[in-house]
């Protein structure tokens, strides 16, 4: 099983701050992750997938790089709704992963 | 507009068995893979099945792999989960979510059902 290790835990950054979250990956998964987020009481929501490709009506100020086992999500302009929990996801290997979550926090 | 409606959940003694049930409509559902995802209160996600459009490939995770059965049925737009043996560790909120590419670019989810495990 491809274990997700999603860094930082939580990140705490003020509106109009850059937020970069982490995921890396145990062994390659290629191009094949994904990035949601999740707010409290809500279903998650499909922000990047394939690594850097925004999903439908994502806001450009997300984005996604990364290939192989390091991947990273920049929120450049924090929102205050960006208030959430992010997690990544890996399609490359069955069963399918999720990352622990990073929580970001507006100040 | 696509939406995913589940139901099915609720309380359920340790060794029970409950079928989750997942409507679908706004999209032609034999086309696209399927998946539940589930989440214990407080704690992040977990894939659980995936099923593709014709159902003929089944993934589970090893947590659930001989307790849990996925099936759909495209005649009636519905997915389903039928889930037996159930512990303490099955008590959580199972989302289906709809990929609408390869396997887990999952664009639509549904709003959840609760499953609880007590006695």
């Known amino acids: 099983e491809i274990v997700l290790t999603q860094s930082p835990a939580t990140l705490s950054l003020s509106p109009g701050e850059r937020a970069t979250l982490s995921c890396r990956a145990s062994?390659?998964?290629?191009?094949?992750l994904a990035w949601y987020q999740q707010k409290p009481g809500q279903a998650p929501r499909l922000l990047i997938y394939?690594?850097?490709n925004r999903a439908t009506g994502i806001p450009v100020r997300f984005s996604g790089s990364g290939s192989g086992t390091d991947f990273i999500l920049i929120i450049s302009s924090l929102e205050p709704e960006d208030s959430a929990v992010y997690y990544c996801?890996?399609?490359?290997?069955?069963?399918?992963?999720f990352g622990g979550g990073t929580k970001v926090e507006i100040k | 507009e696509v939406q995913l409606l589940e139901s099915g959940g609720g309380l359920v003694q340790p060794g029970g068995s409950l079928r989750l049930s997942c409507a679908a409509s706004g999209f032609t559902f034999s086309s696209y893979a399927m998946s539940w995802v589930r989440q214990a209160p407080g704690k992040g996600l977990e894939w659980v099945s995936a099923?593709?459009?014709?159902?003929?490939?089944?993934y589970y995770a090893d947590s659930v792999k001989g307790r849990f059965t996925i099936s759909r049925d495209n005649s009636k737009n519905t997915l389903y989960l039928q889930m037996n043996s159930l512990r303490a560790g099955d008590m959580a909120v199972y989302y289906c979510?709809?990929?609408?590419?390869?396997?887990?670019?999952?664009?639509?989810w549904g709003q959840g059902t609760l499953v609880t495990v007590s006695s």
């Open positions: 996801l890996q399609r490359s290997n069955w069963p399918l992963t």
């Open positions: 394939d690594a850097s």
């Open positions: 062994q390659s998964v290629s191009s094949y």
């Open positions: 099923l593709s459009g014709n159902g003929g490939n089944t």
């Open positions: 979510a709809k990929a609408f590419s390869g396997w887990a670019n999952f664009d639509y």
